[in-house]
């Protein structure tokens, strides 16, 4: 069993910037993707930005040019760099990795707000 602990989440103001990680409780497990999915209040959750195992990237188009997301495959960690963030931005977003199975984290707020 893989366990996905996030970090970074919290409360910005337009334009700030938060930087989001998730490692993998198993090292040395190949998770082939690991990416972020976000869920806003009475949303579906939806794919926010996904890297493979060969660094291979897809964004949402509504972050494109604003989310950087990279991964650290020795240590199966997952970061997500948002910048100039909007309030559309606020959602808890969900750390996910695919492996022999799909695996999901708890999930962490983000809050754009003045």
């Known amino acids: 069993q893989v366990q996905l602990v996030e970090s970074g989440g919290g409360l910005v103001q337009p334009g700030g910037s938060l930087r989001l990680s998730c490692a993998a409780s198993?090292?040395?497990?190949?998770?082939?993707?690991m990416g972020w999915y976000r869920q806003a209040p009475g949303n579906q959750r939806e794919l926010a930005a996904v890297i493979t195992n060969s660094g291979i990237t897809n964004y949402a188009d509504s972050v494109k040019g604003r989310f950087t997301i990279s991964r650290d495959n020795a240590k199966n960690t997952v970061y997500l760099q948002m910048n100039s963030l909007k309030p559309e931005d606020t959602a808890v977003y969900y750390c996910?990795?695919?492996?022999?199975?799909?695996?999901w984290g708890q999930g962490t707020q983000v809050t754009v707000s003045s």
């Open positions: 996910y990795a695919q492996g022999p199975s799909e695996y």
């Open positions: 198993r090292s040395g497990f190949n998770l082939y993707a």
